[in-house]
């Protein structure tokens, strides 16, 4: 049953996006658009050496796709969690050349200021690289939490710039340990007094702005209730019947 | 492990490898004719920023199977948009473009490589534009609307 799936993903196909008709892999993938052959020798394909970063000779040139051309939606990531490892990585490649493909057609297109057909293609090539990725992870701390206790994300450190903001970095490798190297880069460090008052104003300019906020909300509030039209200025009121005199 | 988590190595550890490579590959057009002409087994790809030259080799090689042969690499500085390009000390920068890096790939000889003609001269698009062209070039409706206070001046001192 791989063995099947390992011939017909490696062609580009392109169309391995779930659409509404096709519910299941095996569907999608029986439709092999070009028998490119995997062996290491055999590189020249029908349209020329880079034919899989090249879409389909049908599609050069238009302004919007035919409907049999159009590809489906994204892979989500509860079809994927379906998925074995091995489907999944083999998906990531596909999706990776379809990628490359549609960034060479909208390159040429842009460069002649024309509008690329179907531009929504990346963007589901995209969203369905984000959800391997988000199952792959979910995959990974499970195991490691069962091995090691902790989770797969990568380790994170508070980094204080030189204006004394703090944000999250993700954690290097060193070949030396610090109190060697005397390099340290996500310790609370002192800060020089530019960046003191730096974060003293900053800090001072954040409350006045909750302030203003809280201020602003509560004038609004003021003008909630029924009889706020007397308060505000308008044209006159005009009544088109007597059911909307004032009582 | 992934492109976005990067990881020592060592003499003597294991090949670091990815799973799941972030990298991505644009073909990109050559002149046909003049200085910059590659040869015909050669082609010019616009490549993610992180990529080096033995990256762009092992890319091709494994996921596409073509035969590298060399691969060079040329970062170019993104344009810059100065409000007064001419005064080159007090110059202040409105605008830059991205960075970009290229890559100039050498298959064996045995490939040859065209870049495919994607836009013709009769593609819909350019025939509706046509179309539309004669069709205003026929309208001459607005004319007489338009210089209708000027006393029959005619365009000689601008509209």
Do not use: C
Not at chain 1, 116 to 135: G, K, T
Not at chain 1, 172 to 188: M, N, Q, R, S, W
Not at chain 1, 209 to 222: L, P, T
Not at chain 2, 34 to 47: M, V
Request: proline share 5%.
């Amino acid at each position: 049953m791989h063995r099947l799936l390992l011939s017909r993903t490696l062609p580009r196909l392109g169309r391995v996006f779930a659409s509404s008709e096709a519910t299941t892999t095996a569907k999608s993938l029986t439709e092999t658009k070009k028998a490119a052959s995997t062996d290491a020798g055999e590189y020249l394909l029908p349209g020329g050496p880079l034919a899989e970063f090249f879409d389909k000779e049908e599609n050069f040139g238009k302004a919007e796709l035919r409907p049999k051309q159009r590809p489906g939606r994204s892979w989500t990531s509860e079809e994927l969690r379906l998925k074995s490892n091995l489907d999944l990585h083999k998906l990531w490649y596909v999706l990776l050349k379809e990628r490359n493909m549609l960034l060479t057609m909208e390159h040429a297109y842009k460069i002649r200021q024309r509008p690329f057909p179907n531009p929504e293609r990346l963007d589901r090539v995209r969203e369905s690289m984000e959800n391997i990725e988000e199952v792959v992870h979910e995959r990974n701390t499970a195991f490691l939490q069962l091995e090691t206790g902790d989770s797969a994300d990568p380790p994170m450190r508070t980094v204080t710039s030189f204006a004394g903001f703090t944000y999250q970095k993700q954690a290097t490798e060193h070949l030396l340990p610090a109190d060697i190297t005397g390099e340290k880069e996500y310790e609370t460090p002192y800060l020089d007094e530019s960046a003191y008052v730096t974060q003293k104003l900053w800090a001072e300019k954040q409350h006045l702005k909750k302030m203003h906020d809280a201020d602003q909300a509560r004038y609004r509030e003021r003008f909630s209730h029924d009889q706020a039209s007397r308060y505000g200025k308008g044209d006159r009121r005009v009544f088109n019947a007597p059911e909307q005199l004032p009582q | 492990m992934t492109t976005r988590i990067s990881r020592l190595w060592q003499p003597g550890n294991p090949q670091n490898r990815v799973f799941f490579p972030d990298f991505w590959l644009k073909v990109v057009e050559t002149p046909k004719v003049g200085y910059k002409r590659l040869p015909k087994n050669a082609a010019k790809f616009e490549i993610d920023q992180r990529m080096s030259r033995t990256d762009v080799r092992e890319y091709l090689e494994k996921i596409y199977k073509l035969p590298v042969r060399d691969v060079r690499i040329e970062n170019k500085l993104g344009d810059i948009t100065w409000n007064a390009p001419l005064d080159k000390e007090k110059r202040r920068a409105i605008w830059k473009d991205d960075d970009r890096k290229f890559a100039y790939v050498y298959f064996a000889k045995e490939i040859e490589f065209n870049y495919p003609v994607i836009f013709t001269e009769t593609d819909e698009v350019t025939e509706d534009l046509e179309k539309m062209k004669k069709f205003l070039a026929e309208d001459h409706n607005n004319e007489k609307f338009v210089n209708r206070d000027r006393a029959g001046i005619g365009n000689f001192f601008g509209v």
